[in-house]
Each structure stands twice: as C-alpha cells, then as structure tokens.
C-alpha cells in the first residue's frame, strides 16, 4: 500500500513520512461505516467522474463514448479530471464558497486555533481553491510573529505533499505540532478556556474531518447537478429542500442572539449540511421556531415602545 501511494502520488519516501498518517487514520476509524466508504472513494479518486470514464473506455478501447462525456457535468467547458469538482466554479459559487470558507473560520475558532496558523491556513486553502495556486506567503504578513519559522515550513512541506491531498485529509505534521505548542502555552494561563480533548491528536483528527466534509459537499452539488432526474427519489428531493434551509439558515446566522445562536448554530455549516435527513429535519424545525419566536418578540418590544410613547 505505501508503495502503490508513493508511486500514484510520485511522494518519495521522505515526503510520504511527512505526513501526518496517525491523524489520517484516526479520522478514518471513527467514521460511521457508509460514510467511510463514501470518504474512501474520495481519497482514491474512485469516484465516477469523467477522468474515471476516460480510463474505462481507453482499457476497452472501443471509441464508444464521445468526448464530451468527460466534460464537466456542471458545463463550466472545463475537463472533468479526479479533483476538478472541488475548484469548479460553477459548483463552488461565490455564495456557497463564501458559506464553506466562514464555516472552516468558525470551526478554527471553536477550536482554540492559533491566530497565525488560521490565518496561514485560509489563505492558503482560498488560493488553491480558487485560484489553483501554491501559496506565496509573501503576501501575508507574519514577519514578527514568533512562530513564523514553524509556520513556513509547514506550509512549505505542505506544498511539496501537494495541497489537492489537504483536502483528502493528508496533511503535514507540522501543522498539529503547531497548535501543540500553542495548546501548551494557553494551558500555562490560569485563565484559559481550553478543554481536557484539546491537544494534537484532536485538532488534527479534527481539521481532516472539516476539509473532507467540504470535499464531500462539492461533490454532492455537483452529482445533484448530475443527476437532476434522481432529484425526484423522495429522500433526494428532502435532502435537497433540506439544504436549501439549511443554506437559509446559516446565512442568517447573525440575527440570532448569543444564547440562541449558541443553542442552535453550534455545528459549522460543513457539519451540518452532512447530517443525515432526519437530524436535518429536527434542526430545521428548532431554528425555524426559535427564529419566529425572536420575530414576534421584536414586535411586541416595538409595540410597547409605541404604547409607552402614546402615553
Ligand atoms: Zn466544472
């Protein structure tokens, strides 16, 4: 298996000892069966995209298939190869981009990440994915930051590990011995907030957990795309209706006040859009509720404000 992963991802030996493989496999083994294989396929490009269609036909060499066929579904007159739906704009709208990105700053947020290396990170991530670029980290500033030898290097490795497999939950090392070191120097403040699971292990299991769902939902709205006629199955159709709510949603997120946005946002969108139906429907329903109950309290303020003014 290492070899047929250093040869089919040209990693030498050194590059695939780069990678934080313990963290890989962690995530993997606490994945609920269905959703394992989901991610597997992911990560081995084995799903059935136009790249995976191509290698068909030429293995039976019968020029069936027009090459239209391997064109990106979504029309965006791009070539469909294995990773191509994650940068595809038409998949990616501004909107829904902007949606994923404020959901990963969130998570980052939530989990005590170090200001430097979250900053680093969506920057780095928002270049690949919309500009296919490898960082230049000219073009953020973290000269006087004490942690800048480390960060660089990381991002280096990274680059060289290939920022396509960030996504497929290969990351660098030295991400999570970062957020080690500044795990260590919160808990030496008596006033800090952190949690018992707050260490390496959990950040890192925890970060491929994040960039994989994001994955997996670009990879969703391209094969609804796709497969606009299955939209009528009844669970796709819900799941459907269930993500354009949950859209509305977190899209809204900022009129809710700090309990109830505490009670109900407490999942990141990338979360959320992964829940299954039912945990959808539920979730929906309580925000829908908490948000009509809010609505009618603002107008009975605003009347009482009228009534005293009357008086
Ligand atoms: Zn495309």
């Known amino acids: 298996m290492i070899n047929y992963l250093?040869?089919?991802?040209?990693?030498?030996?050194?590059?695939?000892?780069?990678?934080?493989w313990d963290a890989h496999e962690s995530y993997l083994t606490k994945l609920p069966y269905l959703k394992a294989v989901k991610v597997i396929k992911y990560i081995h490009d084995w799903q059935n995209t136009g790249a995976q269609k191509k290698l068909f036909d030429s293995k039976r060499d019968?020029?069936?298939?027009?090459?239209h066929e391997y064109q990106c579904p979504m029309k965006c007159g791009s070539r469909e190869t294995a990773q191509h739906f994650l940068r595809c704009e038409k998949v990616n709208t501004t909107a829904e981009m902007k949606r994923v990105l404020d959901s990963l700053r969130k998570w980052f947020h939530r989990a005590n990440t170090n200001q430097v290396l979250t900053t680093t990170i969506m920057y780095c991530i928002t270049s690949w994915l919309q500009f296919g670029e490898q960082p230049n980290m000219t073009r953020i500033n973290i000269d006087d930051e004490s942690n800048k030898d480390q960060i660089i290097r990381a991002v280096e490795a990274q680059s060289?590990?290939?920022?396509?497999?960030?996504?497929?939950?290969?990351?660098?090392?030295?991400?999570?011995?970062?957020?080690?070191?500044?795990?260590d120097k919160e808990r030496s403040s008596p006033s800090h907030n952190l949690k018992k699971y707050h260490d390496q292990a959990?950040?890192?299991?925890?970060?491929?957990?994040?960039?994989?769902?994001?994955a997996l939902n670009a990879w969703q709205i391209r094969n609804d795309k796709l497969h606009e006629d299955k939209k009528k199955n009844t669970y796709n159709a819900e799941r459907i209706r269930l993500h354009t709510e949950v859209q509305k949603w977190y899209d809204c997120e900022g009129e809710f006040g700090d309990k109830d946005h505490h009670r109900q946002f407490s999942k990141t969108y990338i979360d959320s859009k992964n829940s299954t139906n039912a945990?959808?429907?539920?979730?929906t329903r309580a925000v829908h509720s908490t948000h009509t109950y809010m609505k009618k309290q603002e107008t009975y303020q605003n009347q009482a404000r009228i009534t005293t003014f009357a008086h």
């Open 202 to 214: 959990w950040w890192t299991t925890n970060i491929i957990k994040q960039v994989v769902y994001i």
């Open 279 to 283: 945990a959808l429907k539920i979730w």
């Open 62 to 67: 019968e020029p069936e298939h027009q090459p």
């Open 6 to 20: 250093m040869r089919r991802n040209d990693w030498t030996k050194e590059i695939f000892d780069s990678i934080d």
């Open 160 to 183: 060289v590990i290939g920022w396509d497999q960030f996504f497929k939950g290969r990351i660098s090392k030295y991400w999570g011995d970062i957020q080690q070191s500044h795990y």
